[in-house]
């Protein structure tokens, strides 16, 4: 497992390299958090006489590397930690490997056709993988629930629950659109995707769009895209807001609903909002979580299987 | 009672569950990268004993229910409820037919079982993992034939009917593994 793993860093420096785009770091440690409302981050106490102040772990490298980009750094990617609060289970470990990358002038398409190439290296000479696919969100979500997930019916949306012995859907969802499609998503869409095969998702509805740009044409969903590979969550990925008011108003608007329910409060990265001021470029990037791909490639029930000391052991 | 948050839930837990005492056999964290958490949860309503899948938002809580396993000895059945004792404290309990469910056939005077207490009531009965009964009703026996394949219908003094090698006779005492309700050998008396 662990050659596997030093292998599996090898291949995706090797591909990167191979397309001249640039391996950076950035700190892990950082003044500002996140700010999404489904993600609690670590706190650290940093001591620097006479001053003490709260320094955070990062639940992923965006913000960082976006500043690199507004730098005129070009392409970049990172191999990185990442560290999310409170999440441990078969697919979580609280600290995991992410590889995030950015690709200047890419669109959407552009990074799909990239993120299909990148998991044909990995997999090759590993179980073959069939030919990847895409689907956009609404067509997937719509085969396996006859329901639309652009618009928000509650009552289709409990029929469809009550049909399929998940009353509590009701009682957890309650009228929040978005709520609602990550119960149906996760449980009853997600299991099915990408059976031996790469699946990517696109077009998330606009209520899930977190830090992807609305798509020009069509307002009711985001350029954001997702992987799936045997029913696992491999990664995310957007076409970038580079809007900084944009960005400035989602900042704010994640950290009202932090406060509404009750979830320690988020410092915004006002670093990130200069950066996207002083302009970065149109780009796509995306985020592969690296255990879980070696937990495909070898085949591992667990997350905990593929490191080398999970959290209980850490 | 305590109550426990989904983070909690660990195989074994016993909680409440639409006014039922449940097992949790299974707790599955699920979380989107950009979305809401759940926790997908296979729980054993422990009166009906029937597995159902529930999912819950990460950090709802479940009361905890006062369910606990006692060791206790069987004493009798009256026709209408069997009768159970703690043999420490000679605490006894009565228990109707449905509680003890399955576990009746392997149920003999004095045999030791465990009775899974709710709220001080017995819930369910499950007897030994190994119980030693003799035989009262099978064919004759096939003298010289040891190979066990094959075998034949053996009626044990409780009731409960087991599949014994061929060379087993009437009136022998044997040992039966309740769980799978095979044979397992003679037992010399």
Redesign the interface.
Known sequence: MMRLRAQLLADIRQFFSSRAVLEVETPVLSHSSGTDPQLDFFTTDYCSPPLEEGLFLQTSPEFAMKRLLAAGSGSIYQIAKAFRNGESGRFHNPEFTLLEWYRVGFTLPQLMDEIAELMAVLFSGHSALSPAERFSYQDIFQRHTGLNPLEFSYKSYCDFAQNNHAVEAMDICGYDHSLWLDFIFTHYVQPYLGENSVCMVYGYPACQSSLARINERNSQVSDRVEVFISGIELGNGYYELTDAKEQNRRFDSEKAIRQQRNRPVAVKDKHLIGALEAGIPECSGMAIGLDRLLMLLTNSSTINDVLNFPISRA | MASYST?EFKAGLKVMLDNDPCAIIEN???????????N?VKIRNLKTGRVI??????GDSLEGADVVDVAMQYLYNDGEFRHFMVPDTFEQYQCDEKAVGDASKWLKDQDSCTVTLWNDAPLSVSPANFVELSIVETDPGVRGDTSGGGGKPATLETGAVVRVPLFVQQGELIKVDTRTGEYISRVKE
Do not use: C
Not at chain 2, 28 to 38: C, H, R
């Open positions: 983070n599955e964290f699920v979380k989107p990268g950009k979305g809401q958490a759940f997908r899948e529930r999912t819950f938002k990460s």
